[in-house]
């Protein structure tokens, strides 16, 4: 069973700063890309920001130059650093992981976390 957890949401300021924390555990052969997604009321899940394995990243136009997404992969654990975060920031983040539990494409799966709010407002 493979789990991903997350930690780190609650309420901020504009202009403020927070991390986001996401550590996958169980039955984990290898982690490929990892990713952060939002949904905002009344909206679509959209895509943040993703990691490859070797590193390399990508963000959503509306976050670039704000916020940046690490991982430790030792720890099994990717961070989203938010900075300068504005009130259209608000929504629930959730952590994404295409995980593999074996050798092999055929157990290769993609995983969620249960979601963590970011609320920013004065």
């Known amino acids: 069973q493979v789990q991903l957890v997350e930690s780190g949401g609650g309420l901020v300021q504009p202009g403020g700063s927070q991390r986001l924390s996401c550590a996958a555990s169980?039955?984990?052969?290898?982690?490929?890309?990892m990713a952060w997604y939002r949904q905002a009321p009344g909206k679509q899940r959209e895509l943040v920001a993703g990691i490859t394995s070797a590193a390399s990243t990508n963000y959503a136009d509306a976050v670039k130059g704000r916020f940046t997404i690490s991982r430790d992969n030792a720890k099994k654990t990717v961070y989203l650093q938010m900075n300068s975060l504005k009130p259209e920031d608000t929504a629930v983040y959730y952590c994404?992981?295409?995980?593999?539990?074996?050798?092999?494409?055929?157990?290769?799966?993609?995983?969620w976390g249960q979601g963590t709010q970011v609320t920013v407002s004065s």
């Open positions: 994404n992981a295409e995980i593999q539990t074996g050798p092999g494409s055929r157990w290769r799966n993609e995983y």
């Open positions: 169980g039955r984990i052969y290898s982690i490929n890309t």
